[in-house]
């Protein structure tokens, strides 16, 4: 099959799973489980490092990978969801799965599953995990999608369950509590396993959690502890740390205590080689027709605190392209920028769960400087067109939005 052939094919296997399913989502094992029997995927050969949590996933599991490769581990790598193409979530030790890799893996699944429905996650997270059988890796690691414990990756037992942090997000399917969605993200931990949690605020009923599930505990802020001058281990071993890193320092000291408890001793100088690396819309800088552009994922309200903790000092205005979804805490958001000054460059992505311009719009004070725009490609334009030089751009709210400004920044320059 010809590279077009092949991207031709996986463009209507991906059409033909996400019509499957009546629902977009069905939280529960049952079906996914018959499936991943039938696979033989429901166990893997290699340690398993599975990642939850509200915010932080996915630059920990790429801090993982980083250092983890750094002592010629082979790792395959599954993450959700994706900015550009679906590849992006399969990565392999050799790099991201091809189209017709995919479409391999997609071909067994179907032949698998028989008469049992699948969700596109459910269908997408079978194939990954047959590609990752096949493919000589020594290590797995794998992304939540939603929640934990009825997430379709937690059809395989993990050798350390990580939870990164709890906040509140997707409360119509998690709770509306932090120790109830605590709860759902704990569900992934095993009997005598550990369980990292990455957040030194703990929700009240976390020690619990652990008890409940018969997990050996190892919390950040007592067992594995951060500070200015380095890193304590939960085996009291002590790391000099990067006073910076790029992805978080705190997911840096997650990531090297889950790989540590998974066999892969990691030290100081590993530290050090992974601080700037990077992650597609995670804090990521881009010059972009002479601007400083900062693009971020963050949809939820821990996380945009987040970006802004992360970003520089800003000796001149702040220009935002905003897109947000309109179940997620817009007013809560746009109140982070209280009495900054600031531009709104308002825009929906091309998503029928996006919030209008004008409901975004309503949610800013009288006197806020704001455009509104048709697409997140013009806003972009429009917040380049109208920063200085010392100005910074954010562009942030959403997975949707980011990828759609980073494809129209690529495509202008």
């Known amino acids: 099959m010809t590279e077009d052939s092949a991207a031709s094919a ?55 990978q980083a250092l983890a490769e750094r002592h010629g581990r082979r790792v395959c790598l599954y993450t959700s969801p994706h900015l550009h193409r679906f590849n992006e979530r399969v990565r392999l030790p050799d790099g991201l799965a091809s189209d017709q890799q995919l479409c391999d893996a997609f071909a067994q699944v179907e032949q698998a599953r028989l008469d049992i429905s699948l969700t596109y ?58 120790e109830a969605i605590a709860g759902e993200k704990c569900g ?8 990292v949690f990455g957040e030194a605020d703990w929700p009240e009923n976390l020690p619990a959690l652990a008890k409940q599930y018969a997990a050996e505990p190892v919390f950040a802020g007592r067992d594995f502890c951060l500070d200015q ?15 910076k890193v790029t992805l978080g320092r705190d997911n840096l000291a997650t990531a090297c205590q889950a790989l540590i408890l998974a066999g892969v001793r990691v030290d100081a100088q590993d530290c050090a080689a992974v601080a700037d690396v990077t992650l597609f819309g995670r804090c990521e800088f881009l010059q972009l027709q002479g601007r400083a552009c900062w693009f971020d994922v963050g949809h939820n309200l821990p996380a945009v605190t987040r970006f802004l903790q992360l970003l520089p000092s800003c000796e001149g205005q702040r220009h935002l392209v905003f897109g947000m979804m309109a179940d997620k805490p817009i007013d809560e958001v746009v109140a982070l920028f209280a009495g900054q000054p600031v531009n709104w460059h308002l825009a929906a992505p091309a998503m029928a769960r996006a919030a209008s311009p004008a409901r ?50 690529e495509q202008g320059g």
């Open 10 to 64: 996986l463009a209507a296997w991906l059409e033909r799973i996400e019509a499957m399913h009546p629902t977009e989502i069905e939280l529960g094992l049952e079906r996914i489980r018959q499936v991943a029997h039938r696979l033989g995927v429901d166990t893997m050969p290699v340690p398993v490092i599975t990642v939850a949590g509200t915010n932080g996933k996915g630059s920990t599991l790429r801090l993982m």
């Open 121 to 178: 996650f459910e269908f997408s997270t079978l194939a990954a995990l047959w590609l990752f059988r096949q493919s000589g890796a020594d290590l797995v690691l794998l992304e939540v999608g939603l929640g934990g414990r009825l997430d379709a990756v937690n059809i395989v037992d993990p050798d350390v369950a990580v939870v990164t942090s709890v906040g509140l997000d997707h409360q119509d399917w998690l709770g509306e509590t932090r």
């Open 188 to 195: 992934i931990a095993r009997p005598g396993r550990p369980l």
């Open 229 to 243: 001058q380095g890193l304590t281990l939960a085996d009291g071993r002590e790391l000099a740390f990067p006073g």
């Open 360 to 409: 975004l719009a309503a949610a800013l004070p009288s006197q806020a400087s704001c455009r509104q725009y048709g697409s997140v490609a013009e806003a972009l334009q429009g917040a380049l067109d109208a920063a200085q030089r010392d100005d910074q751009v954010l562009i942030f709210g959403s997975f949707y939005t980011v990828a759609e400004a980073r494809v129209s920044g």
